[in-house]
């Protein structure tokens, strides 16, 4: 990765700074760009011609009761510049854009100008790493799942709800020292970061989380403090399905730790799905609950709570 002079980061220790670029800055790629800037490395935020021209004037400004309120420089523009002799090429594109709205935002970086960069995508879902290595080369397509609750207010500024930060970092053809500086500079940043040796299992292990908790809260309109007391039969089956479609597609399998995490979860959390359906917005539908039928079809797992769910929600329409 670029190397340049080491910068010190909040956590004490010194690293070479990177260049990092953020498709998406909102609720996840905001607060990903506004620590790693003040961890010292460089941000380029890609965006539409007014929200960069927002980030450029007055940065990213984060509300966070684990890192604080505090306003962070970054640089902004509408599509990743091809590298140059006058130009530091970037080290990592995080995707940080909704589903439904991944084919026109992937206009912004095209692979001409992706040098030698990895593409990490912070998706939801199971799909999208094999329709990102249609695009860019295979092995610099590095998916990682996060866990966080992060909500973009403004354009630039970003209310970070949850009491953690988590990354899981994959990518089983990209080179494991490129995986460990990565890890490296977002651990230092804030976020806690661990590299995993098992694209699949990574991906599966995030969905199997993921997709009881969006597609309940949205189908009920309720948070998971009252989805896992008032429908926790209904929880507790659709967590048994999703385990048992993880475990067919090689991922972990244990619903029991799934239902003990969701209780220790804070009662008011909401998904970004239900955020999403409250605000009229499109539903990544598709890539976690359609995803989630079509692994169960491949591998002949019985999924009817899905099944039900995932109807009731696309009959209405979004």
Not at 156 to 171: C, K, M, T, W, Y
Not at 204 to 226: C, E, I, N, R, V
Request: aromatic share 4%; proline share 7%; net charge neutral.
């Amino acid at each position: 990765m670029q190397k340049d002079s080491a910068t010190a980061t909040r956590t004490g220790v010194r690293q070479d700074p990177l260049t990092f670029a953020v498709l998406g800055p909102g609720g996840v790629g905001g607060l990903l760009a506004a620590l790693l800037s003040r961890a010292g490395h460089r941000v380029l935020c890609l965006a539409g011609d007014d929200t960069a021209r927002t980030l450029r004037e007055g940065g990213i400004r984060v509300h966070s009761g684990q890192f604080g309120e505090f306003t962070a420089k970054v640089d902004a523009a509408t599509e990743l510049p091809e590298a140059s002799a006058a130009s530091r090429p970037v080290d990592a594109v995080l995707v940080a854009v909704k589903h439904t709205n991944l084919d026109a935002a992937l206009e912004r970086a095209p692979a001409k100008a992706l040098g030698d960069a990895l593409v990490v995508p912070f998706l939801n879902g199971v799909e999208h790493p094999a329709d990102l290595r249609a695009r860019y080369p295979h092995d610099r397509v590095a998916p990682a799942v996060i866990r966080v609750e992060s909500t973009r207010t403004a354009p630039g500024v970003i209310e970070h709800a949850s009491p953690f930060v988590e990354i899981d970092l994959a990518g089983d053809p990209v080179p494991r020292e490129r995986l460990d500086a990565l890890s490296a500079a977002f651990t230092a940043a804030g976020p806690a970061t661990r590299v995993l040796p098992d694209e699949a299992a990574a991906l599966w292990a995030k969905m199997s989380f993921l997709a009881p908790f969006a597609l309940l809260t949205t189908l009920h309109g309720l948070p998971l403090g009252d989805i896992r007391t008032r429908h926790r039969d209904e929880l507790t089956a659709l967590v048994k399905e999703t385990a048992a479609v993880s475990l067919a597609c090689g991922g972990p399998a244990d619903p029991g730790q799934a239902l003990t995490r969701y209780d220790g979860f804070p009662p008011a959390m909401r998904s970004s799905m239900q955020r999403d359906a409250e605000a009229g917005r499109p539903l990544e539908l598709d890539a976690i609950g359609g995803a989630l039928l079509r692994a169960a079809e491949r591998h002949g797992v019985d999924v009817p709570v899905a099944t039900r769910v995932v109807r009731e929600l696309a009959a209405r329409g979004r």
